[in-house]
């Protein structure tokens, strides 16, 4: 079993910044693909930002630029750093951990990140 703990969510003005940690434990073994959802109230949950076990990182156009994934595979912890955060980044951000064949996917319990005008 693998499990994830989000940390690093708050209250942030819109320009600033926060950095999300994402630890992992468990059989991490099989892991490959780590990454970050977001889910704003009503709306469906999206990728944020995905990174593999060998560092090819993805990321949603809206956060391209601002956004930073990165992988301490030592570790077992995953980073968002958000900068030039907007209100529209309003959200409860997921860590995502999926193995390599796509049969396993799990979810920590989310953390909020708030970004006011």
């Known amino acids: 079993q693998v499990q994830l703990v989000e940390s690093g969510g708050g209250l942030v003005q819109a320009g600033g910044s926060l950095r999300l940690s994402c630890a992992a434990s468990g059989d991490m073994f099989s892991i490959n693909a780590m990454g970050w959802y977001r889910q704003a109230p009503g709306k469906q949950r999206d990728l944020v930002a995905t990174?593999?076990?060998?560092?090819?990182?993805n990321y949603a156009d809206s956060v391209e630029g601002r956004f930073t994934i990165s992988r301490d595979n030592a570790k077992n912890m995953v980073y968002l750093q958000m900068n030039s955060l907007k209100p529209e980044d309003t959200a409860v951000y997921y860590c995502?951990?999926?193995?390599?064949?796509?049969?396993?996917?799990?979810w920590g319990q989310g953390t909020q990140v708030t970004v006011s005008s």
């Open positions: 990174i593999t076990r060998g560092g090819r990182t």
């Open positions: 995502n951990a999926r193995n390599f064949v796509g049969t396993l996917s799990v």
